[in-house]
């Protein structure tokens, strides 16, 4: 089935160290994004991209680092200079030049120990 | 900048009972995308329903419409005939109708959660 996948669900990170989510996807869409969650604030969006090899900064960020090296595939690095990474992070992709809605993956939780 | 505004961020119905989730948003543009959409306990984010701007039909989907109001700058949805599988965070979206650059993202409300009583 044609879908969005997020790994793993739930991560766990030392202070310190940097860690990667990953969000792949089947759909054949051109455009995708990294949404974090937190209580209370709704979905903030920390980078997206539009075609391969390409991203732009969103809202938040500071202490996050992408790449696109494939179309399928858009990894989130959640860095050391990232100072409150505990959340929710939620990857979409949409094709690109239709106005259509979002398709989400299932999410990450990432929590710093 | 456009903004989305949930006003309610609880609310509840009891099974079977209809209820009504506001959003009101902020844009100068004319032209623009609506959504609704459903964050079950699971956390997966489900689209629920979709309004064109252009389009004075108000959107239905099953059990989900919508009133649009585009001068009042309103957008709620409406659940009918609610049920214990509804119960879930509810966000409202929108998005423009430029479709290039930063005008691409989603811009959300900070949700509004549904409690259903059986």
């Known amino acids: 089935d044609g879908g969005i996948t997020q790994s793993p669900k739930y991560l766990f990170r030392k202070e310190g160290q940097n860690v990667t989510l990953s969000c792949e996807q089947n759909l054949n869409h051109d455009a995708m994004y990294w949404y974090r969650q937190d209580p209370g604030q709704g979905l903030r969006l920390i980078y997206y991209s539009q075609i391969v090899n390409d991203f732009q900064k969103g809202d938040i960020a500071e202490g996050y680092s992408v790449s696109r090296e494939k179309k399928e595939s858009f990894p989130l690095t959640v860095t050391s200079a990232q100072k409150n990474p505990t959340a929710f992070y939620l990857c979409?992709?949409?094709?690109?030049?239709?106005?259509?809605?979002?398709?989400f993956g299932q999410g990450t939780r990432l929590t710093v120990v | 900048a456009q903004t989305v505004t949930q006003s309610q961020p609880e609310m509840s119905v009891q099974e079977a009972e209809t209820v009504t989730l506001s959003c009101t948003y902020d844009t100068s543009e004319s032209d623009y995308y609506l959504f609704w959409y459903k964050q079950p306990p699971s956390r997966q984010m489900i689209l629920v329903i979709r309004?064109?701007?252009?389009k004075q039909q108000n959107a239905t989907e099953n059990r989900f419409s919508v009133n649009f109001q585009k001068a009042a700058k309103s957008f709620s949805l409406k659940i009918s005939d609610s049920q214990l599988g509804d119960a879930a965070m509810y966000f409202c979206?929108?998005?423009?109708?430029?479709?290039?650059?930063?005008?691409?993202?989603?811009?959300w409300g900070l949700g509004t959660s549904l409690a259903v009583n059986p």
């Open positions: 979206a929108y998005r423009s109708s430029i479709n290039a650059g930063n005008n691409r993202k989603l811009i």
């Open positions: 979409a992709s949409n094709p690109y030049g239709m106005n259509t809605e979002a398709f």
């Open positions: 309004q064109e701007a252009y």
